[in-house]
């Protein structure tokens, strides 16, 4: 489904992937973990589009396109659906308005018809439901007086709305209390397909036992140093991650 | 009211002494003319909109000779490099100043000495016509001041008018902190007039604190012409403690990226006194840092006016400017003009201004009464909580000192004249 | 709003040039151009007024000739030759219209491109409506079922002939005579406009509205619009502009005065799209305005505009909240492009005790236009307790655009309470970067953000003037980030 490789990117002329390949297959779940500064979060916009991001070397596959080609919205409609670590506030822009908005450009870019009213609120009540998110928050401006929790809560009710092909959900287990990441958790699992694939960004590993995650890779200095399946995120929360940089220098 | 006619500036003139200082003739040359031409601005003119100055046109300035006072109970620290001036004269000057710093006085400085400077407007150019004294403060590269330069400006006797002139130069580097005081001895109708230019050059860090502590009934016009270069990072205090008549321009040119500029204000008015403080910060140079800050208590029949102004002007990007004016009223008969202005022709860039008038906080007032404080003591508590934050603003813990124990004089003094 | 959603808005957006420049081929009754007594005289018997109304006109030219353009607001356009306007316009008409059916069906066809077709209107929306085209009022809906409610609802022409009692008692009465400039010039030379009447205690049933437009060329707009509320009464009064699009500058200097008498409600809503000229600043009207009402005891008078036309607007929407208790409002959206200047905001007088006001101001600012808030909120010496809050905000979408903002705030009561805010910020890259990684167009991104900025004003507008409004900011911004 989509395939790194080599990929080198930097900000301000500062290096920060240096060499990362990874290919991922439909129906699957990598996590991708590593300490802090290691790149993760800037594997998440390079791959989502962020433009403050310069791409020097290496290039991405995603589903037979070059997705380093493609703009920022060409991406999302293409199936790829980013779950932000600090999702905006946009005041004023309901959270119904704007993913109608969204789920229609993304039906219009596929060639199929936009979305009645009735489906789309029918939708919005079955999807909801799945990451318990009250319905009234769906009508609120996106984002805007939102706990973390709920915060988090809704981009996943976007990406069940919006139906990707590939998720990656940066650090959405941070600032979440235990309750608040299994509803996540859960949200996640039941929208998993044979169709589909996610990487998971995090820091911790307690985000993977509640989803399972069939590869771990280990992300340092901006290249993965270590692949593994879901035994590498215990092993790494034992040892930390010391164990990895120390295996790196040596 | 009687209009304000062409002539009466003239007549103010007349008996006002050329200028003492050498200027060089850039200076003076079109600055004549330009005065014959010219009369005081009216309310129609937009910077005089709240300040009426036919009372100040309308005094009989002459300079009288009197005898040279005691000026250390004016002193606002005790540490510092002191110049004292006296009307025309300079009565003190600090004998040791540390090494790279030489500060011209009067007769001292030549034309040379001067940096091209702004003069607009009808107070600038009466300076220049009339400077009788001031300072040429040159701060070499790197150097950093271990004491403050305090300059106190006293105007003594009636109807005495005062043109001070002072310039600044700030080296790459430098460091420093200034106190300028503002005073006057038996002023009936006087008049003063002072003009700042301070350039700050690359990576440069000043504090400039000015006290206006003028006794009554005397107009005290004071402008201060800024330039900051690369990296800079500049302070300016203007309190206001006691004056019949305050009128501050202040004009900062942000001239370089990364620079820095913070312009604080306080004031605290009584009786039939005016204060009008004018600010503009005129960003030129992209990432750039600006905080704005004046708070002010009127009480009886003053007035206050702010009219604070941010320019951006076009490519100056990456601009944080916020400015903020709040006032209180504590009598019904005070009133308060405030105008926060933003000018901005950049779009990356993150302005705000707010403007608050209202009453003291009496909830605060009767919580601290049911504890057993006088009404007085609450009110000054109060006020002084509610000006605090642009007091914490005075780097100077000596100075700050001496701002709370003139605030406690001055309430003191006044809460017992009401009972 | 829930029926209009983002597909209506892409077809809207396929016609994104100014789609009201079209030119209406109507037969009019033009003047001579220039400004002289002869020419006061001549609208006045075309008018067929009255001697009182002749004077009026007269001693407004006298006043006019003596006073100076002012040059204080924050824009550049070149003066207005006065002397070049045709002061007078009509769509000829041998008789006055009795019914919708006489209506020359061009003109039916022009209200119909501008989206207000009587027939539509009256059967869907029961929106009253009366349509001022150049110069004079040429059809008013809904009379008669107004009429048993006692409520006037004419052009301005009728109420003269009808209600010379209630004119001459209100006209001039919150916009005297020598008021400005522009004010003073429309007294001498103004052509129609719409005159309103509720009274005691009556609650209009229904949405009055007035819709303006400049058809012929060459010639300016001077209407005048006088809206009474009598004593516990209450209307809501919508106002549209349109303009076809030319070459040229045409004027258009309207005054408009409220008067809410003791407990009386006027919400005044606009959405004015008068044509802003081209991409390179050609043509366009000049929006020279006075909007003034007063409000008697626990009066309330609500302004909300939403501006995206003319080229230069100079509009201050002002209440003078004289009786004790009133309540003024101002909820302003000014969207520029392109080369438009607008100085726009408010006044916020306040004379009685416990009065209160709000100023909502959002400014967008795009391409090469300049864009300035100036209000002025007075709290006079007997005004105790008066409190104001006023918000102004500003969007910069280009780096070649300007937003400025010019308050003044004075305070001459110490129970006051007046807090004012403001921000100039730049379209968030946060916000237009996450629509973007949902799948939305740079252009719907902006949109959307730009409505839900805008959305406290937009929420003020009447359901049918919310849609259209929603539909120009977008329009109007189009093409104006990259």
Not at chain 2, 294 to 316: C, E, H, I, L
Not at chain 3, 129 to 146: H, I, R, W
């Amino acid at each position: 489904m989509i395939t790194i490789k080599d990929l080198h990117a930097s900000i301000e002329g500062k290096p920060i992937l240096k060499g990362l390949n990874l290919t991922v297959k439909a129906g699957e779940i990598h996590a991708i973990m590593g300490p802090n500064g290691a790149g993760k979060s800037t594997l998440a916009s390079v791959l989502a589009g962020r433009e403050e991001y310069e791409i020097t070397q290496g290039d991405v596959n995603f589903n037979g396109v070059d997705l380093l080609s493609l703009s920022v919205e060409e991406r999302a409609r293409e199936g790829l659906f980013l779950a932000f670590q600090y999702p905006v506030e946009i005041p004023g822009v309901s959270n119904i308005n704007f993913l109608r908005t969204a789920l229609n450009e993304i039906r219009e870019h596929k060639g199929e018809k936009g979305i009645s009213a009735k489906d789309f609120m029918s939708l919005v009540r079955e999807k909801s439901a799945l990451v318990e998110l009250d319905s009234k928050l769906a009508s609120r401006s996106v984002n805007e007086g939102f706990s973390g929790g709920e915060k988090k809560r809704n981009e996943i009710f976007q990406m069940a709305m919006l139906n990707p092909i590939l998720s990656i959900l940066d650090e959405t287990d941070s600032g979440l209390d235990i309750d608040a990441l299994r509803i996540v958790a859960n949200g996640v699992n039941q929208l998993k397909t044979d169709q589909n694939a996610t990487i998971i960004i995090t820091h911790y590993q307690r985000l993977l036992d509640y989803i399972i995650p069939d590869f771990v890779h280990v992300l340092y200095d901006g290249k993965i140093v270590k692949s593994g399946g879901k035994d590498l995120a215990l092993e790494l929360e034992e040892k930390g991650y010391d164990w990895i940089k120390n295996n790196t220098l040596n | 009211m009687e209009p304000v006619t062409k002539a009466t500036l003239q007549v103010f003139r007349k008996k006002l002494s050329p200028a003492k200082l050498l200027l060089p003739s850039s200076f003076i040359d079109a600055n004549e003319k330009e005065l014959l031409e010219m009369d005081f601005p009216n309310s129609r003119q937009e910077a005089w909109k709240y300040t009426r100055l036919n009372r100040v046109a309308k005094i009989n300035l002459e300079s009288t000779p009197s005898s040279i006072i005691d000026w250390s109970s004016y002193l606002m620290v005790k540490d510092a490099y002191n110049f004292v001036f006296q009307n025309s004269e300079c009565i003190y000057k600090s004998p040791d100043l540390p090494k790279g710093v030489s500060i011209k006085i009067g007769d001292e400085i030549g034309a040379m000495d001067w940096l091209s400077s702004i003069n607009e407007g009808h107070v600038a150019k009466l300076n220049v016509a009339h400077a009788q004294n001031g300072c040429v403060i040159n701060i070499s590269n790197g150097v950093q001041l271990d004491k403050p330069i305090q300059l106190l400006f006293i105007s003594d006797g009636p109807k005495q008018p005062n043109f001070w002139r002072n310039q600044l130069q700030h080296g790459k580097g430098a460091k420093a902190d200034i106190h300028v005081g503002y005073f006057s001895k038996d002023a009936i109708d006087s008049y003063s007039n002072v003009h700042w230019s301070v350039f700050l050059k690359e990576n440069s860090h000043l504090i400039m604190t000015k006290i206006q502590n003028d006794g009554d009934a005397n107009y005290h016009f004071s402008t201060e012409n800024i330039s900051q270069l690369k990296d800079s990072n500049f302070t300016l205090n203007t309190l206001t403690l006691d004056g019949s008549f305050v009128r501050n321009d202040v004009l900062v040119k942000v001239e370089g990226e990364n620079c820095e500029t913070h312009l604080n204000g306080a004031y605290i008015m009584k009786e039939n006194q005016h204060v009008d403080n004018h600010t503009t910060i005129d960003h030129i140079f992209p990432n750039c840092n600006s905080y704005e800050l004046y708070k002010g208590v009127m009480d009886d029949k003053s007035t206050a006016v702010f009219n604070g102004k941010v320019f951006v002007r076009p490519n100056a990007q990456k601009i944080n400017a916020f400015q903020s004016n709040a006032n209180v009223l504590l009598s019904n008969d005070a009133a308060v003009n405030s105008k926060p202005e933003l000018e901005i022709y950049a779009d990356d860039v993150k302005c705000s201004h707010g403007s608050t008038t209202g009453q003291l906080d009496e909830e605060a007032i009767f919580y601290l009464r049911s504890r057993g404080i006088s009404e007085a003591a609450a009110r000054q508590l109060v006020v002084a909580a509610f000006m605090q934050d642009v007091f914490l603003k005075v780097a100077s813990n000596e100075l700050k000192s001496y701002i709370y124990q003139q605030l406690a004089v001055r309430f003191n003094l006044y809460l017992q004249e009401k009972d | 709003m829930a029926n209009y959603t983002e597909d209506d808005l892409a077809k809207e957006l396929k016609d994104q040039e100014y789609k009201f420049g079209f030119v209406s081929d109507i037969d009019t009754d033009t003047i001579p151009i220039g400004l002289n007594e002869d020419i006061v005289r001549l609208i006045s018997s075309k008018k067929e007024e009255p001697q009182w109304m002749l004077d009026y006109r007269l001693n407004a030219l006298a006043i006019w000739s003596t006073m100076n353009e002012p040059s204080w607001a924050h824009v550049k356009y070149k003066k207005p030759d006065f002397q070049s306007i045709a002061y007078y316009s009509a769509p000829k008409q041998t008789k006055k219209y009795e019914s919708w059916d006489d209506v020359d069906p061009e003109m039916k066809a022009t209200m119909t491109k501008l989206g207000i077709s009587m027939e539509e209107q009256q059967r869907l929306t029961g929106v009253a409506v009366d349509f001022v085209m150049d110069s004079v009022s040429v059809a008013t809906s809904f009379k008669e079922k107004l009429g048993e409610l006692g409520i006037i609802f004419c052009s301005f022409s009728d109420a003269v002939q009808n209600h010379p009692e209630l004119v001459k008692k209100y006209m001039g009465s919150v916009v005297p005579t020598q008021d400005n400039y522009y004010a003073t010039l429309n007294a001498a030379v103004f052509t129609d406009g719409s005159f309103c009447y509720i009274p005691k205690g009556v609650r209009c049933p229904m949405e009055l509205s007035t819709y303006f437009r400049i058809n012929a060329g060459g010639t300016g707009q001077f209407e005048r619009t006088l809206v009474i509320a009598d004593e516990g009464s209450y209307v809501s009064y919508l106002e549209g502009c349109t303009a076809p699009q030319r070459d040229e500058n045409q004027l258009h200097a309207a005054v408009v005065e409220l008067i809410a008498l003791e407990n009386a409600e006027i919400k005044y809503s606009t959405v004015q799209n008068w044509y802003p000229g081209d991409k390179n600043g050609l043509g366009g009207i000049f929006n020279f305005v006075t909007k003034r009402g007063v409000c008697e005891k626990n009066a309330k008078i609500s302004w909300t505009q939403v501006e995206t036309g003319s080229a230069v607007t100079w509009k201050y929407p002002s209440c003078i909240l004289k009786g004790d208790n009133s309540v003024g409002e101002f909820y302003s959206v000014a969207v520029t492009n392109n080369y438009q200047q607008a100085d726009t905001g408010t006044k916020m007088i306040h004379l009685g005790k416990n009065t209160k006001s709000t100023i909502i101001s959002k400014g967008i600012s795009a391409g090469k236009s300049q864009n300035s808030y100036r209000g002025l909120v007075q709290i006079h010496k007997n005004a105790h307790n008066a409190r104001n809050f006023s918000q102004c905000d500003s969007l910069l979408m280009s780096s070649e655009c300007g937003a400025h903002t010019f308050p003044y705030i004075e305070c001459k009561n110490n129970s006051a309470k007046i807090e004012h805010e403001a921000t100039t910020s730049k379209i968030g890259e946060d916000q237009l970067f996450y629509c973007k990684q949902r799948g939305i167009s740079e252009e719907k991104a902006i949109g959307l953000i730009v409505n839900g900025y805008c959305k406290e004003v937009l929420n003020q507008l009447p359901m049918e003037f919310a849609v259209e409004a929603q539909k120009l900011l977008t329009i109007s911004l189009e093409g104006s980030v990259g």
